[in-house]
Protein backbone atom coordinates (compact mmCIF):
# COMPACT_ATOMS: atom_id res chain seq x y z
CA UNK A 1 0.00 0.00 0.00
CA UNK A 2 0.66 3.32 -0.38
CA UNK A 3 3.07 5.58 2.42
CA UNK A 4 3.65 8.78 3.14
CA UNK A 5 6.93 10.14 3.02
CA UNK A 6 8.00 11.27 6.14
CA UNK A 7 10.98 13.16 7.12
CA UNK A 8 13.27 13.46 8.68
CA UNK A 9 13.54 9.27 9.76
CA UNK A 10 14.89 9.57 13.14
CA UNK A 11 16.76 12.50 15.13
CA UNK A 12 19.01 12.15 18.04
CA UNK A 13 18.55 16.18 20.13
CA UNK A 14 19.39 17.63 23.50
CA UNK A 15 16.71 18.09 25.88
CA UNK A 16 15.14 21.25 25.59
CA UNK A 17 16.16 21.46 21.78
CA UNK A 18 13.43 22.03 19.78
CA UNK A 19 11.99 19.30 16.90
CA UNK A 20 10.30 19.85 13.61
CA UNK A 21 9.20 17.26 11.16
CA UNK A 22 6.41 16.66 8.41
CA UNK A 23 5.21 14.48 6.04
CA UNK A 24 4.52 15.23 2.33
CA UNK A 25 2.13 13.16 -0.18
CA UNK A 26 1.52 13.62 -3.92
CA UNK A 27 -1.97 13.32 -3.30
CA UNK A 28 -4.91 16.36 -1.84
CA UNK A 29 -5.61 15.12 1.81
CA UNK A 30 -8.45 16.34 3.98
CA UNK A 31 -7.51 15.61 7.48
CA UNK A 32 -3.98 15.04 8.78
CA UNK A 33 -3.55 13.17 12.04
CA UNK A 34 -0.47 12.54 14.43
CA UNK A 35 0.71 10.37 16.18
CA UNK A 36 3.38 8.98 19.12
CA UNK A 37 3.83 5.19 19.34
CA UNK A 38 5.80 4.37 22.65
CA UNK A 39 7.61 0.38 22.33
CA UNK A 40 5.43 -1.76 22.54
CA UNK A 41 2.39 0.46 22.53
CA UNK A 42 -0.52 1.45 20.53
CA UNK A 43 -0.42 4.79 18.54
CA UNK A 44 -1.57 7.72 20.21
CA UNK A 45 -3.44 10.62 18.55
CA UNK A 46 -1.57 13.50 19.15
CA UNK A 47 -3.43 16.34 16.93
CA UNK A 48 -6.09 16.04 14.55
CA UNK A 49 -6.01 18.75 11.58
CA UNK A 50 -9.09 19.03 9.83
CA UNK A 51 -8.96 22.20 7.68
CA UNK A 52 -5.87 23.16 4.99
CA UNK A 53 -3.89 26.03 6.71
CA UNK A 54 -5.12 24.70 10.33
CA UNK A 55 -2.61 25.36 13.30
CA UNK A 56 -3.55 23.27 16.14
CA UNK A 57 -1.33 22.80 19.47
CA UNK A 58 -1.43 20.34 22.15
CA UNK A 59 0.51 21.24 24.95
CA UNK A 60 4.76 21.73 23.56
CA UNK A 61 3.30 20.15 20.08
CA UNK A 62 2.07 22.14 17.31
CA UNK A 63 0.41 20.88 14.02
CA UNK A 64 0.08 22.32 10.88
CA UNK A 65 -1.91 21.33 8.00
CA UNK A 66 -0.11 22.75 4.78
CA UNK A 67 -1.90 25.22 2.40
CA UNK A 68 -1.22 22.74 -0.50
CA UNK A 69 -3.09 19.96 1.33
CA UNK A 70 -0.58 17.63 0.12
CA UNK A 71 1.98 18.02 3.86
CA UNK A 72 1.77 18.60 7.35
CA UNK A 73 4.46 19.80 10.08
CA UNK A 74 4.76 18.70 13.82
CA UNK A 75 6.81 20.24 15.78
CA UNK A 76 7.43 20.02 19.45
CA UNK A 77 9.25 22.77 21.58
CA UNK A 78 11.69 22.28 24.68
CA UNK A 79 11.59 18.63 24.63
CA UNK A 80 11.87 16.11 27.60
CA UNK A 81 13.18 12.73 27.69
CA UNK A 82 9.43 11.52 27.29
CA UNK A 83 9.30 12.79 24.28
CA UNK A 84 11.13 9.60 22.78
CA UNK A 85 9.57 7.24 20.64
CA UNK A 86 8.01 7.09 16.84
CA UNK A 87 5.77 9.98 15.78
CA UNK A 88 3.97 9.35 12.88
CA UNK A 89 1.41 11.15 10.53
CA UNK A 90 -1.47 9.62 8.93
CA UNK A 91 -3.49 11.08 6.01
CA UNK A 92 -7.14 10.69 4.15
CA UNK A 93 -7.73 11.62 0.75
CA UNK A 94 -11.15 13.16 -0.36
CA UNK A 95 -12.30 11.05 -2.13
CA UNK A 96 -13.92 9.91 1.37
CA UNK A 97 -12.32 6.46 1.41
CA UNK A 98 -12.88 5.22 5.37
CA UNK A 99 -8.70 4.57 4.73
CA UNK A 100 -5.67 6.38 6.04
CA UNK A 101 -2.11 6.39 4.81
CA UNK A 102 0.72 6.02 7.32
CA UNK A 103 4.04 7.91 7.29
CA UNK A 104 6.86 5.94 7.50
CA UNK A 105 7.47 7.14 10.95
CA UNK A 106 10.39 9.61 12.49
CA UNK A 107 11.94 7.99 15.44
CA UNK A 108 12.80 10.51 18.15
CA UNK A 109 15.53 10.17 20.73
CA UNK A 110 16.06 12.81 23.47
CA UNK A 111 19.57 12.97 24.92
CA UNK A 112 19.89 14.08 28.72
CA UNK B 1 -12.39 8.86 26.28
CA UNK B 2 -12.77 6.91 22.93
CA UNK B 3 -11.02 2.97 24.61
CA UNK B 4 -10.02 0.74 22.08
CA UNK B 5 -8.97 -2.96 23.75
CA UNK B 6 -7.41 -5.82 22.25
CA UNK B 7 -7.95 -9.47 24.10
CA UNK B 8 -4.21 -10.10 24.41
CA UNK B 9 -0.68 -7.76 24.64
CA UNK B 10 1.26 -11.00 24.04
CA UNK B 11 0.55 -14.00 21.99
CA UNK B 12 2.51 -17.19 20.88
CA UNK B 13 1.09 -19.76 18.48
CA UNK B 14 2.60 -22.51 16.48
CA UNK B 15 2.44 -22.55 12.84
CA UNK B 16 -1.31 -24.29 11.45
CA UNK B 17 -2.76 -22.94 14.32
CA UNK B 18 -6.06 -20.76 14.17
CA UNK B 19 -5.78 -17.55 15.95
CA UNK B 20 -8.53 -15.12 17.40
CA UNK B 21 -7.41 -11.45 17.35
CA UNK B 22 -10.21 -9.24 19.37
CA UNK B 23 -10.81 -6.00 19.41
CA UNK B 24 -13.31 -3.85 21.51
CA UNK B 25 -14.34 -0.22 20.99
CA UNK B 26 -16.62 2.02 23.71
CA UNK B 27 -17.66 4.41 21.12
CA UNK B 28 -20.26 3.35 19.20
CA UNK B 29 -18.12 3.79 15.94
CA UNK B 30 -18.90 2.78 12.60
CA UNK B 31 -15.71 2.31 11.62
CA UNK B 32 -13.04 -0.43 12.94
CA UNK B 33 -9.93 -1.37 10.95
CA UNK B 34 -6.89 -4.07 11.20
CA UNK B 35 -3.49 -3.09 10.65
CA UNK B 36 -0.03 -4.99 11.28
CA UNK B 37 2.98 -2.84 11.68
CA UNK B 38 6.69 -4.43 10.67
CA UNK B 39 10.01 -2.73 11.47
CA UNK B 40 10.69 -0.79 7.79
CA UNK B 41 7.00 -1.36 6.39
CA UNK B 42 5.14 0.64 8.97
CA UNK B 43 1.42 0.13 9.41
CA UNK B 44 -0.16 -1.92 6.60
CA UNK B 45 -4.11 -2.27 6.53
CA UNK B 46 -5.10 -5.72 6.29
CA UNK B 47 -9.00 -5.29 6.06
CA UNK B 48 -11.62 -3.10 7.36
CA UNK B 49 -14.97 -3.10 8.12
CA UNK B 50 -17.72 -0.38 7.92
CA UNK B 51 -20.79 -1.64 9.71
CA UNK B 52 -21.91 -4.76 11.04
CA UNK B 53 -21.81 -7.67 8.74
CA UNK B 54 -19.74 -5.31 6.28
CA UNK B 55 -16.10 -6.11 5.70
CA UNK B 56 -13.79 -4.65 2.99
CA UNK B 57 -9.81 -5.96 1.96
CA UNK B 58 -7.58 -3.68 2.90
CA UNK B 59 -4.01 -4.09 1.53
CA UNK B 60 -2.87 -7.35 2.75
CA UNK B 61 -5.84 -9.49 3.61
CA UNK B 62 -3.94 -12.94 2.37
CA UNK B 63 -4.22 -15.39 5.00
CA UNK B 64 -6.43 -13.81 6.92
CA UNK B 65 -10.49 -12.94 7.58
CA UNK B 66 -12.34 -11.02 10.19
CA UNK B 67 -15.80 -11.24 11.88
CA UNK B 68 -18.29 -8.00 12.84
CA UNK B 69 -21.29 -9.57 14.32
CA UNK B 70 -21.49 -6.41 16.77
CA UNK B 71 -20.82 -3.01 16.34
CA UNK B 72 -18.45 -2.86 19.14
CA UNK B 73 -16.68 -5.69 18.25
CA UNK B 74 -14.55 -6.47 15.32
CA UNK B 75 -12.39 -10.00 15.21
CA UNK B 76 -9.07 -10.84 12.84
CA UNK B 77 -9.14 -14.15 11.96
CA UNK B 78 -5.86 -16.36 10.68
CA UNK B 79 -7.13 -19.60 9.49
CA UNK B 80 -3.46 -21.28 9.55
CA UNK B 81 -0.75 -19.25 11.30
CA UNK B 82 2.48 -18.77 9.25
CA UNK B 83 5.61 -17.90 10.87
CA UNK B 84 5.38 -14.53 8.48
CA UNK B 85 2.80 -13.49 10.19
CA UNK B 86 4.27 -12.84 13.26
CA UNK B 87 3.94 -9.21 13.58
CA UNK B 88 2.49 -6.19 15.95
CA UNK B 89 -1.31 -6.06 15.19
CA UNK B 90 -2.96 -3.11 15.53
CA UNK B 91 -6.67 -2.41 15.74
CA UNK B 92 -8.53 1.18 15.40
CA UNK B 93 -12.15 2.88 15.38
CA UNK B 94 -13.37 5.90 14.20
CA UNK B 95 -16.51 7.12 13.85
CA UNK B 96 -18.05 7.93 10.19
CA UNK B 97 -18.48 11.65 9.79
CA UNK B 98 -19.86 13.03 6.25
CA UNK B 99 -18.53 16.37 7.81
CA UNK B 100 -15.09 14.47 7.42
CA UNK B 101 -14.12 15.47 10.83
CA UNK B 102 -13.49 11.35 11.43
CA UNK B 103 -10.41 10.59 13.33
CA UNK B 104 -8.25 7.18 14.10
CA UNK B 105 -8.12 5.80 17.33
CA UNK B 106 -5.95 2.65 17.88
CA UNK B 107 -5.70 -0.12 20.87
CA UNK B 108 -2.66 -0.92 22.59
CA UNK B 109 -1.47 -3.79 19.78
CA UNK B 110 -1.25 -7.56 20.19
CA UNK B 111 2.24 -8.98 19.34
CA UNK B 112 1.40 -11.94 17.98
CA UNK B 113 4.55 -15.09 17.80
CA UNK B 114 4.24 -17.43 15.56
CA UNK B 115 6.48 -20.41 15.69
Known amino acids: GQQLNQSPQSMFIQEGEDVSMNCTSS?????WLWYKQDPGEGPVLLIA?????ELTSNGRLTAQFGITRKDSFLNISASIPSDVGIYFCAGRRTSGTYKYIFGTGTRLKVLA | DVKVTQSSRYLVKRTGEKVFLECVQDMDHENMFWYRQDPGLGLRLIYF???????EKGDIPEGYSVSREKKERFSLILESASTNQTSMYLC??????????????FGPGTRLTVL
Open chain 1, 27 to 31: SIFNT
Open chain 2, 92 to 105: ASSLWDRGRTDTQY
Open chain 2, 49 to 55: SYDVKMK
Open chain 1, 49 to 53: LYKAG
